[in-house]
């Protein structure tokens, strides 16, 4: 354990798992290299073969005898399979006469911080609680060596001639404020050490004046203080932060002890590599490059259209929240195992799951996601503490039901090939691509999926117990980024979210459904995608059963007018319809139908006689609406805007002997056939009838109206519309 490495490439991390695997078969000791394969020339063979089938590289069977280490043989691999690309040149110092320009990464952060000044958007916050005998002095001596050493955190920014560029100060020395809190009482000292943690972390910085770095000690106690750093990322990334907290616990340890530095000199610095990109990244070798991802990424879709609780906003706010994610350590090696088998990192096989929901989830195909890569393919570079990381966009293929193998399949391909293509900076993919661009959402992909190597960053001090403060920054850069980690305890780490798009409770739901997609590949890789479950039992029950107890009482017995006639009676003083200044109580529309109903059986209108109401909206249509039903006859609506060609065969489609209607008769609309009661010439007549509802005779099942379709693919058709199925409507709409 103290000299294992973790694997550091795809390529490297899929070695070890199949040596390792094809180890475990043969039942012999797990080693660390090829050399001691004594009498196992098969498993040498199947070490080839494996090669031969996962990366189309051929190994000479001798290569494995000649003392490789799993990572050399990986190198060896990956050399092969980038035969074709540009062999790049090593990132060496620069002159500093001139203007120092921004690496690719740099610019993009600056142009948004241009965009949007003092936002905390971009700190890198870290809150350490340091319990024991602290020597202060020693602490502020490695934290002043670390800001001398690497020029990262002496780094402003200005512009010459319009352009950005680096400034480095010189190094004048480095202070370390301490703020003594250790006269509060007990409660009130955590809260103010909570307070001052989350303040720091959300204090934006000033990219053009500095510093860029800032350290303050919290004193809670003669053994207990709080050590607050923060970075932009302009000047730092995860790796940084280890690279960081490594030579903090070298130097205080040398510094409390009496003795100088034991770090070598920084062969580079931030600036010569901003310098060497601009240089290389170029020319032939950025168009090849470049030539991948075009065709990689050729049409993919441009936003992920996932079912949000809240619309998107038109301008991303960055608020988030994190929601803790735990795995079991039985499931972590079962997903460890099914990679093993498949020659796949467990990188590859979460990456495939994760993917796989996010299908799930927005009904596509294809899925597009992000996934930092630290960047660092150099190795003068890789004791820097600067901004190198680099963002891969991963597409992957789900398209034709493949099974969850073959989709792990086509993701591992998929990552390879992208980190054989990582030199391209993300900022110049986007400039390339020229995606739609949106302030609403980040550009080529909206999710984030990270892996972490190992757990903790290293932040062991000498003679001191380190840990957390938990003054979590709620941010989201994207609308969902799932960061895991994998521990002796099982998949640790959390799903960082946008609260402008989700609630809560829909992120538990997600966690939920990504731990049984990864229960039931681990269980059957052969499972074919649309036969994978995201419901649990209790949720199963909830949406299939639960939401589906639909079952009401409705009147089945009675029809629509007959409803409305018992309502009128219960509330006869209430209004029941208004239109502009006029109203009518639940008596007055039901008194008003009663003597049209009565007009209309005395022009023949029995049960299911069609009648046409060709009004205008107003209380007259619903009049003739009620008095039609009450005669016992079916309404047809006939709307008066509509063409008079298809006034007139609706009209003659129907049936209808009779038509209500007011004049001037609407045009097209007198046929020889059909009797015209116009509401206003006959109105003295129908108010002379009775104001008492007439015996229809009608039933349930008997037609209430005829509805005619848009006709937009052919002719229109009426539908007839029984009593019984509108009162379910009707009651349904006002529970």
Not at 372 to 393: D, H, K, Q, Y
Not at 443 to 466: R, W
Not at 575 to 586: G, H
Request: aromatic share 6%; charged share 25%; net charge negative.
């Amino acid at each position: 354990e103290e000299t294992y490495v973790a694997p550091r490439t795809p390529v490297e991390e899929v070695l070890a798992g199949i040596w390792a695997e094809l180890l475990r078969l043969e039942r012999v000791g797990v080693e660390e290299s090829f050399f001691d394969l004594g009498g196992h020339s098969l498993l040498a063979t199947r070490v080839v073969s494996r090669v031969r089938e996962l990366f189309g590289v051929e190994l000479p069977l001798r290569a494995l005898f000649e003392g490789p280490t799993v990572a050399a043989l990986a190198g060896r691999v990956e050399e092969i399979r980038r035969a074709d690309l540009p062999v790049l040149p090593a990132v060496l110092p620069t002159e500093r006469t001139g203007a120092l320009p921004l690496s690719f990464a740099q610019e993009r952060l600056w142009f948004i911080d241009r965009m949007e000044p003092g936002s905390a958007t971009y700190n890198i916050p870290a809150a350490l609680r340091l319990t024991g005998a602290l020597d202060e002095r020693a602490l502020e001596r490695a934290l002043g060596e670390i800001v001398r050493r690497h020029e990262a955190l002496r780094i402003t920014f200005g512009e010459v001639d319009g352009s950005p560029v680096q400034v480095i100060a010189p190094f004048d020395g480095f202070a370390l404020p301490v703020e003594d809190l250790s006269g509060l009482g007990d409660a009130d000292r955590e809260a103010a050490a909570k307070r001052r943690a989350g303040d720091e972390a959300s204090h934006a910085f000033d990219l053009s004046a500095g510093p860029l770095f800032r350290a303050a000690l919290l004193r809670l106690g003669e053994e207990d203080h709080v050590l607050l750093l923060t970075m932009h990322h302009i000047v730092s990334d995860g790796w940084s932060m280890g690279v960081l907290f490594r030579e903090l616990s070298a130097l205080y340890e040398a510094y409390r002890e009496g003795r100088e530095s034991p770090l070598p000199d920084l062969p580079v610095q931030y600036a010569d590599y901003a310098v060497w990109q601009r240089e290389q990244l170029a020319g032939e070798v950025l168009d090849r490059q470049l030539a991948y991802w075009k065709e990689r990424l050729g049409g993919a879709p441009e936003l992920l259209e996932l079912s949000t609780d809240h619309p998107r906003p038109a301008v991303q706010t960055f608020r988030g929240a994190t929601v803790p994610v735990e795995f079991s350590a039985e499931l972590l090696e079962r997903l460890q195992a099914l990679g093993r088998g498949e020659g796949a990192t467990l990188y590859m096989t979460l990456l495939s799951t994760f993917q796989v929901l996010l299908s799930k989830y927005s009904g596509s195909e294809d899925i597009v996601v992000g996934s930092p890569i630290a960047g660092r393919t150099r190795g003068e570079v890789e004791g820097l503490i600067g901004f190198f990381v680099n963002t891969l966009v991963l597409r992957a293929d789900l398209a034709g039901d493949p099974s969850f193998r073959e989709t792990l399949r086509r993701v591992r391909e998929a990552t390879l090939g992208a980190y054989e293509h990582q030199e391209v900076p993300f900022e110049k993919l986007v400039a390339e691509l020229q995606p739609e661009r949106s302030l609403s959402h980040s550009p080529l992909f909206q999710v984030l999926f990270t892996l972490q190597n190992a757990e903790g960053g290293g932040s062991a001090l000498p003679g001191l117990e380190v840990g957390g403060v938990g003054a979590a920054m709620e941010i989201a850069k994207y609308d969902l980024s799932l960061d895991l980690v994998a521990t002796p305890q099982g998949l640790r780490g959390g799903l960082n979210y946008s609260t402008d798009l989700f609630e809560r409770g829909t992120i538990d739901r997600m966690l939920g459904h990504l731990e049984r997609v990864l229960e039931q590949v681990a269980a059957d890789a052969d499972v074919r995608l649309s036969q994978l479950e995201l419901l649990g039992g209790p949720e199963r029950a909830l949406v299939l059963e639960e939401w589906n107890r639909t079952a009401a009482e409705v009147p089945a017995d009675r029809c629509i007018h007959e409803l409305f006639e018992e309502q009128a009676e219960r509330t006869p003083a209430a209004v029941a319809l208004r239109f502009e200044e006029e109203s009518l109580t639940y008596a007055d529309l039901d008194e008003r139908a009663n003597r049209l109903a009565n007009h209309l059986r005395r022009r023949g209108v029995r049960p299911e006689t069609r009648v046409g109401i060709c009004l205008e909206r107003g209380p007259e249509l619903v009049v003739a609406m009620l008095a039609v039903m009450k005669a016992g006859g079916a309404y047809v609506p006939l709307d008066p805007a509509y063409p008079a060609e298809r006034l007139a065969f609706m009209l003659a489609d129907s049936g209808a002997p009779l038509l209500l209607t007011r004049l001037p008769l609407p045009e097209g609309l007198a046929p020889d056939a059909v009797e015209i009661v116009c509401l206003d010439a006959d109105r003295e007549r129908i108010e002379a009838k009775s104001a008492q509802a007439p015996a229809a005779g009608v039933r349930p099942e008997n037609v209430a109206y005829v509805i005619y379709t848009s006709g937009s693919t052919g002719t229109p058709k009426g539908v007839m519309v029984p009593h019984r199925g509108v009162p379910n409507l009707a009651y349904a709409q006002a529970r």
